[in-house]
Protein backbone atom coordinates (compact mmCIF):
# COMPACT_ATOMS: atom_id res chain seq x y z
CA UNK A 1 0.00 0.00 0.00
CA UNK A 2 1.35 3.36 -0.89
CA UNK A 3 1.84 5.64 2.19
CA UNK A 4 2.06 9.41 1.88
CA UNK A 5 4.30 12.05 3.90
CA UNK A 6 3.33 15.97 3.51
CA UNK A 7 3.08 19.11 4.90
CA UNK A 8 0.13 21.70 4.78
CA UNK A 9 -0.13 25.09 6.19
CA UNK A 10 -2.95 25.48 8.67
CA UNK A 11 -4.85 25.20 11.32
CA UNK A 12 -4.89 21.03 12.63
CA UNK A 13 -8.66 21.27 14.12
CA UNK A 14 -10.33 22.13 10.51
CA UNK A 15 -8.53 18.81 9.16
CA UNK A 16 -10.95 16.22 7.85
CA UNK A 17 -8.73 12.95 8.60
CA UNK A 18 -9.18 10.72 10.73
CA UNK A 19 -6.80 11.46 13.25
CA UNK A 20 -5.30 15.00 14.56
CA UNK A 21 -2.62 14.96 16.48
CA UNK A 22 -3.05 17.22 19.81
CA UNK A 23 0.35 18.88 21.82
CA UNK A 24 -1.13 18.84 24.96
CA UNK A 25 0.52 19.65 28.33
CA UNK A 26 0.30 16.65 30.94
CA UNK A 27 -2.91 17.11 33.15
CA UNK A 28 -4.35 16.86 29.04
CA UNK A 29 -7.32 18.89 30.20
CA UNK A 30 -6.36 21.99 27.97
CA UNK A 31 -3.97 25.10 27.48
CA UNK A 32 -2.80 27.02 24.96
CA UNK A 33 -1.98 27.12 21.61
CA UNK A 34 -2.99 23.80 19.25
CA UNK A 35 -4.51 22.46 22.48
CA UNK A 36 -6.67 25.28 23.36
CA UNK A 37 -7.54 25.46 19.53
CA UNK A 38 -8.01 22.36 19.48
CA UNK A 39 -10.34 21.64 22.84
CA UNK A 40 -12.58 24.77 21.81
CA UNK A 41 -13.45 23.47 18.45
CA UNK A 42 -14.25 19.82 19.64
CA UNK A 43 -16.50 21.30 22.53
CA UNK A 44 -16.45 20.99 26.06
CA UNK A 45 -17.34 17.04 26.32
CA UNK A 46 -13.44 16.53 24.76
CA UNK A 47 -12.06 17.54 28.30
CA UNK A 48 -14.60 15.42 30.09
CA UNK A 49 -13.63 12.25 28.10
CA UNK A 50 -9.89 14.28 28.88
CA UNK A 51 -10.84 14.12 32.57
CA UNK A 52 -11.10 10.09 32.89
CA UNK A 53 -7.93 9.89 31.44
CA UNK A 54 -5.99 10.30 34.37
CA UNK A 55 -2.99 12.77 32.50
CA UNK A 56 -0.46 11.45 30.15
CA UNK A 57 3.50 11.32 30.34
CA UNK A 58 6.09 13.18 28.47
CA UNK A 59 6.50 11.27 25.33
CA UNK A 60 3.46 8.71 25.52
CA UNK A 61 0.24 9.59 23.81
CA UNK A 62 -3.98 8.87 24.60
CA UNK A 63 -6.58 8.88 22.35
CA UNK A 64 -10.19 10.39 22.39
CA UNK A 65 -13.29 10.80 20.03
CA UNK A 66 -12.73 13.74 17.95
CA UNK A 67 -16.57 15.18 18.97
CA UNK A 68 -17.49 18.34 16.90
CA UNK A 69 -13.98 18.01 14.76
CA UNK A 70 -14.32 16.97 11.56
CA UNK A 71 -11.36 14.16 12.28
CA UNK A 72 -12.44 11.27 13.86
CA UNK A 73 -10.39 10.99 16.70
CA UNK A 74 -7.65 13.29 18.55
CA UNK A 75 -4.36 11.67 20.01
CA UNK A 76 -3.48 13.48 22.91
CA UNK A 77 0.42 13.67 22.94
CA UNK A 78 2.56 15.37 25.60
CA UNK A 79 6.00 17.03 23.67
CA UNK A 80 9.21 17.53 26.28
CA UNK A 81 10.10 21.14 26.71
CA UNK A 82 13.38 21.95 25.60
CA UNK A 83 15.98 22.23 28.64
CA UNK A 84 19.09 22.91 25.99
CA UNK A 85 18.73 18.96 24.34
CA UNK A 86 20.78 17.21 26.15
CA UNK A 87 18.15 16.31 29.23
CA UNK A 88 16.27 13.71 26.90
CA UNK A 89 14.32 15.78 24.45
CA UNK A 90 15.48 14.06 21.54
CA UNK A 91 14.07 10.52 23.39
CA UNK A 92 10.97 12.32 24.23
CA UNK A 93 9.65 13.90 21.04
CA UNK A 94 10.26 10.83 18.97
CA UNK A 95 8.64 8.63 21.46
CA UNK A 96 5.61 11.17 21.28
CA UNK A 97 5.28 10.08 17.24
CA UNK A 98 5.99 6.66 17.41
CA UNK A 99 3.36 6.13 19.83
CA UNK A 100 0.84 8.33 18.35
CA UNK A 101 0.79 6.93 15.43
CA UNK A 102 0.53 3.60 16.76
CA UNK A 103 -2.46 4.18 18.98
CA UNK A 104 -4.05 5.94 15.82
CA UNK A 105 -2.95 2.91 13.62
CA UNK A 106 -4.56 0.74 16.70
CA UNK A 107 -8.16 2.83 15.64
CA UNK A 108 -8.04 1.90 12.61
CA UNK A 109 -7.25 5.49 11.07
CA UNK A 110 -5.65 5.72 7.48
CA UNK A 111 -4.82 9.75 7.66
CA UNK A 112 -2.98 11.01 10.53
CA UNK A 113 -2.15 14.94 11.37
CA UNK A 114 0.28 16.14 13.17
CA UNK A 115 1.17 19.76 14.69
CA UNK A 116 4.91 20.31 15.36
CA UNK A 117 4.66 19.42 18.81
CA UNK A 118 6.74 21.16 21.23
CA UNK A 119 8.11 23.86 18.87
CA UNK A 120 5.45 26.27 20.39
CA UNK A 121 5.39 27.17 24.38
CA UNK A 122 7.90 24.21 25.03
CA UNK A 123 10.45 25.70 22.90
CA UNK A 124 11.73 22.95 21.11
CA UNK A 125 13.86 24.28 17.77
CA UNK A 126 11.55 23.45 15.12
CA UNK A 127 14.95 23.20 12.81
CA UNK A 128 15.99 20.24 14.98
CA UNK A 129 12.16 18.99 15.97
CA UNK A 130 10.99 19.33 12.54
CA UNK A 131 13.95 16.53 11.08
CA UNK A 132 13.47 14.16 13.88
CA UNK A 133 9.85 14.15 13.17
CA UNK A 134 10.11 13.45 9.81
CA UNK A 135 12.67 10.47 10.45
CA UNK A 136 10.45 9.26 13.47
CA UNK A 137 7.37 8.67 11.13
CA UNK A 138 9.14 7.78 8.41
CA UNK A 139 10.91 4.36 10.45
CA UNK A 140 7.56 4.03 12.35
CA UNK A 141 5.57 3.54 8.95
CA UNK A 142 6.89 0.40 7.89
CA UNK A 143 5.33 -1.47 11.14
CA UNK A 144 2.11 0.12 10.49
CA UNK A 145 1.14 -0.54 6.92
CA UNK A 146 -2.60 0.35 7.31
CA UNK A 147 -1.91 4.11 7.80
CA UNK A 148 -1.43 5.71 4.13
CA UNK A 149 -1.35 9.37 4.93
CA UNK A 150 0.69 11.54 7.69
CA UNK A 151 0.46 15.57 6.85
CA UNK A 152 2.66 17.36 9.29
CA UNK A 153 0.40 20.61 9.65
CA UNK A 154 2.72 23.40 9.96
CA UNK A 155 0.94 26.96 11.28
CA UNK A 156 3.31 29.80 9.42
CA UNK A 157 4.78 29.72 6.29
CA UNK A 158 8.37 29.77 7.86
CA UNK A 159 7.21 26.73 9.41
CA UNK A 160 5.89 24.70 6.35
CA UNK A 161 9.13 25.83 4.37
CA UNK A 162 11.43 23.85 7.10
CA UNK A 163 8.96 20.68 6.98
CA UNK A 164 9.46 21.58 2.70
CA UNK A 165 12.85 21.45 2.68
CA UNK A 166 13.42 18.40 5.16
CA UNK A 167 11.03 16.06 2.86
CA UNK A 168 12.22 16.82 0.06
CA UNK A 169 15.97 16.01 1.31
CA UNK A 170 14.78 12.55 2.78
CA UNK A 171 12.22 11.74 0.00
CA UNK A 172 14.18 13.14 -2.86
CA UNK A 173 16.67 10.03 -3.39
CA UNK A 174 13.03 7.63 -2.66
CA UNK A 175 10.89 9.95 -5.40
P1 LIG B 1 3.92 22.92 22.64
O1 LIG B 1 3.50 23.28 24.04
O2 LIG B 1 4.03 21.43 22.42
O3 LIG B 1 5.12 23.68 22.19
P2 LIG B 1 2.14 24.68 21.08
O4 LIG B 1 0.68 24.53 20.87
O5 LIG B 1 2.60 25.87 21.84
O6 LIG B 1 2.64 23.30 21.75
O7 LIG B 1 2.88 24.70 19.68
C1 LIG B 1 3.08 23.57 18.88
C2 LIG B 1 3.01 23.99 17.42
O8 LIG B 1 1.64 24.12 17.05
C3 LIG B 1 3.67 25.34 17.10
O9 LIG B 1 4.38 25.20 15.88
C4 LIG B 1 2.47 26.27 16.93
O10 LIG B 1 2.77 27.33 16.03
C5 LIG B 1 1.48 25.32 16.32
N1 LIG B 1 0.05 25.68 16.38
C6 LIG B 1 -0.60 26.54 17.18
N2 LIG B 1 -1.93 26.52 16.92
C7 LIG B 1 -2.12 25.63 15.92
C8 LIG B 1 -3.25 25.17 15.18
N3 LIG B 1 -4.48 25.63 15.44
N4 LIG B 1 -3.05 24.23 14.21
C9 LIG B 1 -1.81 23.75 13.95
N5 LIG B 1 -0.71 24.14 14.60
C10 LIG B 1 -0.86 25.07 15.57
Avoid at 95 to 101: F, G, H, K, P, V
Avoid at 128 to 150: D, K, N
Wanted: hydrophobic share 40%; charged share 15%; with cysteine.
Amino acid sequence: MVQQISACLGRIETLSVDAIVNAANSSLLGGGGVDGAIHRAAGPDLVHECRLLGGCKTGQAKITSGYRLPAKFIVHTVGPVWRGGNAGEPDALASCYRQSLQIAADKGAVSVAFPSISTGIYGYPIEQAAPLAIATVLESLPQLPTVCEVCFCCFTETDLEIYQRELSRVQGSAA
